[in-house]
């Protein structure tokens, strides 16, 4: 009887908080905040804040993921990504809130708990990328996606911005709270934030890592050359960013581009060119290769989580997600997942190929923090338009099973 009451607490809180509107912040706000000369009541007031925010983003998340049909929520490891979610929102709304006067112990304690709670929310999650994408490649296997790729996209983007929204915040609060010692810190930068971010040097860093991979796959990589037009402000191009963020998108376009240079061309390899311009309000970068291209009729294809060019990758069905090494590519996720980090504070991507040439990469990120602000979905019935071909979907499945799972 009390786990029964219990359950059914936490379903009106959930539903509750997912009628509550999601608070979005730009990355100036989160600069500012970081910036607070009193750590110990900074602290408090973030976790006072992930306290009140974290269960409304949960929230929308888990009432989003019941949009799914059941031949969907209810494979296994698609199964086993809800269940972590519904852990997460209970641990969150359950933590007991701070009473009106609390005294500077209660205030340690409950800072610290918190942090220990979002911790063990973001190790829980860590793998809910590679664990969706196998039960997605599962189910594509299975034949029962035939008629909702574009759905399927559609849940995803929603899905995914909403996830890289709230592990930014339950990071930049690791981040800014961690002990001095800590290998989260960093003197310059507010959190996960610098405020001078050297673009350049992070192209580096990622082509560096891209070369490495394009290397152990074909055994040759071709050299990236950085080009900065005189722009507006100092030669050295900086901006107010996240630098993993930044890393992430880059690494992913670059990572494309030395596979397809090094196996389109067979002898001498032309560099990629990574051009990087800051203007007054946008700060653009052109990643530009001589690979090959891309067919116009692929182009729509290729923000989609069923398309790659390369050799699709294969999972183990017992294989723990979280321990699957990184692949040079094969799952199709690496673009579409790129576009919305690209997207989460204000930017966005685009792809111009020419079939037997080559392929410009346009990433546009926003050059002032304060206009730098979260864009994310919310569980809306009008902003949700893929139900009515999932539940098309789910009909097909129950008369392909009453064919004996073969069409007529």
Same mark, same amino acid.
């Given at each position: 009887?009390?786990?029964?009451?219990?359950?059914?607490?936490?379903?009106?809180?959930?539903? +509750?908080?997912?009628?509550?509107?999601?608070?979005?912040?730009?990355?100036?706000?989160?600069?500012?905040?970081?910036?607070?000369?009193?750590?110990?009541?900074?602290?408090?007031?973030?976790?006072?804040?992930?306290?009140?925010?974290?269960?409304?983003? %949960?929230?929308?998340?888990?009432? @989003?993921?019941?949009? &799914?049909? =059941?031949?969907? %929520?209810?494979?296994?490891?698609?199964?086993?990504?809800?269940?972590?979610?519904?852990?997460?929102?209970?641990?969150? /709304?359950?933590? =007991?809130?701070?009473?009106?006067? =609390?005294?500077?112990?209660?205030?340690?304690?409950?800072?610290?708990?918190?942090?220990?709670?979002?911790?063990?929310?973001?190790?829980?999650? @860590?793998?809910?990328?590679?664990?969706?994408?196998?039960?997605? $490649? $599962?189910?594509?296997?299975?034949?029962? &996606?035939?008629?909702?790729?574009?759905?399927?996209?559609?849940?995803?983007?929603?899905?995914?911005?909403?996830?890289?929204?709230?592990?930014?915040?339950?990071?930049?609060? $690791?981040?800014?709270?961690?002990?001095?010692?800590?290998?989260?810190?960093?003197?310059?930068?507010?959190?996960?934030?610098?405020?001078?971010?050297?673009?350049?040097?992070?192209? #580096?860093?990622?082509?560096?890592?891209? +070369?490495?991979?394009?290397?152990?796959?074909?055994?040759?990589?071709?050299?990236?050359?950085?080009?900065?037009?005189?722009?507006?402000?100092?030669?050295?191009?900086?901006?107010?960013?996240?630098?993993?963020? %930044?890393?992430?998108?880059?690494?992913?376009?670059?990572?494309? *581009?030395?596979?397809?240079?090094?196996?389109?061309?067979?002898?001498?390899?032309?560099?990629?060119?990574? #051009?990087?311009?800051?203007?007054?309000?946008?700060?653009?970068?052109?990643?530009?290769? @001589?690979?090959?291209?891309?067919?116009?009729?692929?182009?729509?294809?290729?923000?989609?989580?069923?398309?790659?060019?390369?050799?699709?990758? *294969?999972?183990?069905?017992?294989?723990? =997600?979280?321990?699957?090494?990184?692949?040079?590519?094969?799952?199709?996720?690496?673009?579409? %997942?790129?576009?919305? /980090?690209?997207?989460? &504070?204000?930017?966005?991507?685009?792809?111009?190929? #020419?079939?037997?040439?080559?392929?410009?990469?346009?990433?546009?990120?926003?050059?002032?923090?304060?206009?730098?602000?979260?864009?994310?979905?919310? /569980?809306?019935?009008?902003?949700?338009?893929?139900?009515?071909?999932?539940?098309?979907?789910?009909?097909?499945?129950?008369?392909?099973?009453?064919?004996?799972?073969?069409?007529?």
């Amino acid at each position: 009887m009390a786990a029964t009451s219990a359950r059914a607490g936490i379903e009106a809180a959930i539903t +509750k908080c997912s009628n509550m509107k999601i608070t979005r912040l730009s990355l100036g706000k989160f600069a500012v905040f970081g910036r607070e000369p009193d750590r110990v009541q900074a602290c408090v007031k973030s976790c006072r804040f992930l306290h009140r925010e974290g269960p409304v983003r %949960l929230a929308h998340m888990i009432r @989003e993921m019941r949009t &799914l049909p =059941p031949f969907m %929520l209810e494979q296994p490891l698609l199964n086993k990504v809800y269940g972590w979610y519904q852990a997460s929102f209970r641990d969150l /709304y359950t933590y =007991p809130h701070l009473r009106a006067t =609390p005294s500077e112990n209660e205030l340690f304690q409950y800072s610290a708990g918190m942090t220990r709670v979002i911790e063990t929310i973001l190790s829980r999650h @860590e793998p809910v990328v590679l664990t969706i994408a196998q039960a997605m $490649q $599962q189910l594509e296997q299975e034949r029962k &996606l035939a008629m909702s790729h574009n759905s399927v996209r559609e849940f995803l983007d929603r899905f995914y911005m909403s996830r890289i929204g709230i592990r930014f915040l339950f990071n930049q609060h $690791q981040a800014l709270f961690a002990p001095p010692d800590s290998a989260r810190r960093n003197k310059r930068w507010i959190g996960s934030i610098d405020p001078s971010c050297r673009v350049a040097d992070v192209a #580096v860093d990622a082509a560096n890592a891209a +070369k490495f991979i394009c290397q152990e796959s074909y055994g040759r990589a071709p050299e990236m050359k950085i080009v900065t037009p005189k722009t507006v402000g100092s030669e050295e191009i900086t901006f107010t960013y996240i630098p993993s963020h %930044l890393y992430l998108i880059l690494f992913e376009l670059l990572k494309n *581009s030395y596979r397809a240079v090094a196996t389109h061309h067979e002898g001498a390899m032309p560099a990629v060119r990574v #051009v990087i311009v800051k203007g007054k309000e946008d700060l653009t970068i052109k990643v530009s290769d @001589e690979g090959g291209g891309i067919p116009h009729r692929n182009l729509q294809d290729i923000f989609s989580y069923f398309y790659t060019t390369a050799t699709p990758q *294969s999972f183990d069905p017992n294989e723990d =997600p979280a321990t699957r090494a990184v692949p040079m590519a094969g799952f199709g996720y690496g673009l579409p %997942l790129s576009r919305l /980090y690209a997207r989460y &504070l204000g930017g966005d991507m685009n792809v111009i190929s #020419v079939d037997g040439y080559g392929t410009d990469a346009y990433l546009y990120l926003k050059t002032a923090a304060e206009n730098a602000v979260e864009v994310l979905p919310t /569980y809306n019935q009008d902003e949700i338009k893929y139900t009515d071909v999932f539940q098309e979907e789910e009909s097909h499945q129950h008369w392909m099973a009453a064919q004996g799972g073969h069409g007529k």
